[in-house]
């Protein structure tokens, strides 16, 4: 259990300090673009435009990232700060200081969170500009300081340090053995934390000295993997055989290095095949001369051609360390096929990778197996969402107008993922909770939605139901499962809790502020706020149409009172992760007596007339009427 902590701990450190950098990938590609091509080695020698060179990589790339960083703790705000905070380390070094702004930007962004934490509620009506703009400056001003005096001197000599140490293991021919740690690395999705807290930098640095730097080459070399698909190709099994030649293209093309890792998970003896041929190519780029003069970004050949200097030796010895990191993990990976039992599972195997990644894995739904057709005679479809309040609620309520008009005798029930009746013939979720929902119940029909206000998997699978359905009783459980719990629906939607023309900073904020209003209303305890934030990080609760419908954790139903709702408009509209919502639902649902409001809520919401009508309303009225006409 501590080492399982442990590698979640520095995985999430690791995917930090990715989304600190990767976000301004492109600023990093045109420094590079702008090196390779002016520089007095370069293709076309331009001592004006050369110019550009330092302060791009000395200033532009580390306040990127120190905005970024500061923005990913504290929205604009932090980003502002951090910004301001990594200037400090900036000024006080002679090197790029990536790594200073990794740490001054999210230290910035902390500080600032803080301190608005502190006067929240306490600064009077007409004064917030001021204490806002004052407080970002000094606090921003005091960390620079600190930061130049403190921050940038230990920054200078810890990548020193590394500096020497990786000259030292070149001098020494120990470059290769960094293999033995940056492949089985990626595979447990560890690498962001070494390729981007560690080697960037350092890379970015001899760069600037000595015009290409070998270290951008360790992690984004695509020959381990290139290997490793090829044996698959030539000595796999079903699936895994049919989908490898397809995810090899995907891998060295795109440069999306993830989706070899299921293949590499299936026979985990195959990270010894990624080993070698990773210290093979490294051995080969330290021999030949390799090199990169800028960050390749994905890791595809065609990025590591495009920042390989200009010169037929750099060429010949890139292409030759990925040629020969490809040979020697195809070899060693298809004598490992081809000896011992091999028990194939793409699927459980991608799965099992996106697990260990802990997010959403952009690739793992190219392994989902194909599920045959919908099932004959069916009586029963369930929607689940985590809690089985909201999401899944209002999508059941849209299916089940639908099942209605199509005169179909189907039951459509909501629930939590973790009471999905075994007896459910096909099961609905969010495309980031189906997994959950096909271990619990694994013979069922899984579909995946991204929108539940407007799937076109409804209409799709009405059509296939039509075809091929027979009268039942579950017309009785259909109406049970609403008509049971509307006895206690009057007055759940209340004037006093509809709030117009408000506006947010952050999906945070205004979750917030809908968990407040129900804590006021005496719906739930305060603790049911934080387990709304839990929920929404899990899955996000937009729900498409502009909508969404904060709620809590299954776990957090022990904390709700009493059913209840609140209703935000806000017209200029808040980011839900790059989704922008006008209209948010607050919900707490107890024994199931919110359940008939919040039909009526989503079948008003399927239809963007009205949600126009509501955005656009001038009193809390208005906009209860719209719903309630529904």
């Given at each position: 259990m501590a080492q399982s902590n442990i590698k979640v701990a520095v995985q999430k450190f690791g995917n930090f300090l990715s989304s600190m950098v990767m976000p301004?990938?492109?600023?990093?590609?045109?420094?590079?673009?702008?090196?390779?091509?002016?520089?007095?080695?370069?293709?076309?020698?331009?001592?004006?435009?050369?110019?550009?060179?330092?302060?791009?990589?000395?200033?532009?790339?580390?306040?990127?990232?120190?905005?970024?960083?500061?923005?990913?703790?504290?929205?604009?705000?932090?980003?502002?700060?951090?910004?301001?905070?990594?200037?400090?380390?900036?000024?006080?070094?002679?090197?790029?200081?990536?790594?200073?702004?990794?740490?001054?930007?999210?230290?910035?962004?902390?500080?600032?969170?803080?301190?608005?934490?502190?006067?929240?509620?306490?600064?009077?009506?007409?004064?917030?500009?001021?204490?806002?703009?004052?407080?970002?400056?000094?606090?921003?001003?005091?960390?620079?300081?600190?930061?130049?005096?403190?921050?940038?001197?230990?920054?200078?000599?810890?990548?020193?340090?590394?500096?020497?140490?990786?000259?030292?293991?070149?001098?020494?021919?120990?470059?290769?053995?960094?293999?033995?740690?940056?492949?089985?690395?990626?595979?447990?999705?560890?690498?962001?934390?070494?390729?981007?807290?560690?080697?960037?930098?350092?890379?970015?640095?001899?760069?600037?000295?000595?015009?290409?730097?070998?270290?951008?080459?360790?992690?984004?070399?695509?020959?381990?993997?290139?290997?490793?698909?090829?044996?698959?190709?030539?000595?796999?099994?079903?699936?895994?055989?049919?989908?490898?030649?397809?995810?090899?293209?995907?891998?060295?093309?795109?440069?999306?290095?993830?989706i070899y890792f299921p293949y590499v998970l299936m026979r985990p003896l195959l990270i010894i095949a990624a080993i070698l041929g990773g210290m093979s190519g490294v051995f080969t780029f330290v021999l030949l001369g390799g090199g990169l003069q800028a960050v390749a970004s994905p890791g595809s050949i065609l990025a590591i051609l495009a920042a390989t200097p200009g010169n037929a030796g750099s060429y010949v010895a890139n292409i030759s360390g990925v040629l020969v990191a490809a040979i020697v993990s195809f070899i060693v990976g298809s004598l490992i096929l081809k000896t011992g039992k091999q028990t194939e599972d793409l699927d459980e195997a991608a799965r099992k990778m996106q697990e260990m990644k802990g997010k959403k894995s952009s690739v793992a739904g190219s392994f989902t197996k194909q599920q045959g057709e919908v099932p004959a005679s069916v009586q029963k479809i369930v929607f689940a969402c985590d809690a089985g309040m909201g999401s899944s609620a209002m999508g059941a309520s849209l299916l089940r107008k639908k099942v209605k008009q199509a005169n179909l005798n189907i039951s459509v029930t909501n629930t939590a993922i973790s009471n999905i009746p075994s007896e459910a013939q096909i099961v609905i979720t969010q495309k980031e909770l189906t997994p959950r929902a096909q271990n619990k119940v694994p013979d069922a029909y899984h579909i995946s939605v991204d929108n539940f206000l407007s799937s076109p998997e409804y209409d799709k699978l009405i059509d296939q139901l039509k075809n091929d359905h027979t009268t039942s009783k579950a017309e009785e459980e259909k109406k049970v499962s609403v008509e049971n719990n509307t006895d206690s629906n009057d007055g759940l939607l209340k004037e006093e809790n509809v709030f117009l023309n408000q506006q947010f900073s952050s999906k945070e904020e205004a979750i917030r502020f809908a968990g407040s209003v129900l804590v006021k209303g005496g719906y739930v305890e305060e603790n049911y706020v934080e387990a709304m934030i839990e929920r929404d990080n899990m899955t996000s609760t937009y729900m498409g149409n502009d909508v969404a419908i904060p709620h809590g954790t299954e776990e957090a139903k022990k904390n709700v009172l009493r059913s209840g709702f609140t209703v935000i408009q806000v017209p200029e509209g808040v980011d839900f992760d790059g989704e922008k919502v006008r209209l948010i639902f607050g919900i707490a649902g107890k024994d199931g007596t919110h359940l008939e409001i919040l039909s009526g809520i989503a079948i008003t919401c399927s239809d963007m007339d009205n949600i126009e009508k509501m955005v656009h309303a001038k009193s809390a009225k208005e906009l209860m009427t719209i719903i309630q006409r529904n």
């Open positions: 301004n990938i492109g600023a990093f590609i045109a420094w590079g673009l702008i090196t390779a091509l002016f520089i007095p080695t370069g293709f076309f020698p331009n001592e004006n435009l050369a110019k550009l060179v330092d302060p791009m990589v000395k200033y532009l790339l580390p306040l990127l990232i120190g905005y970024t960083g500061g923005k990913l703790v504290h929205d604009q705000r932090g980003g502002v700060v951090g910004a301001i905070a990594t200037m400090g380390v900036i000024v006080g070094s002679d090197i790029p200081m990536f790594l200073g702004a990794m740490i001054m930007g999210p230290l910035g962004g902390y500080i600032i969170k803080k301190f608005d934490q502190f006067i929240e509620g306490k600064v009077k009506t007409g004064f917030e500009m001021l204490i806002n703009n004052f407080s970002a400056g000094i606090l921003g001003g005091i960390l620079a300081i600190l930061a130049f005096l403190g921050v940038s001197p230990a920054v200078d000599g810890f990548t020193g340090a590394l500096v020497v140490g990786v000259d030292w293991m070149v001098a020494h021919g120990l470059l290769p053995l960094t293999s033995i740690l940056i492949e089985p690395a990626k595979i447990l999705f560890l690498n962001n934390a070494i390729n981007h807290g560690i080697l960037s930098p350092i890379g970015a640095e001899q760069i600037r000295t000595n015009g290409q730097s070998i270290l951008l080459l360790l992690e984004t070399n695509p020959g381990p993997g290139l290997g490793i698909l090829l044996a698959y190709c030539f000595f796999g099994k079903g699936t895994a055989k049919q989908s490898a030649p397809g995810a090899a293209i995907i891998h060295f093309i795109g440069g999306i290095h993830e």
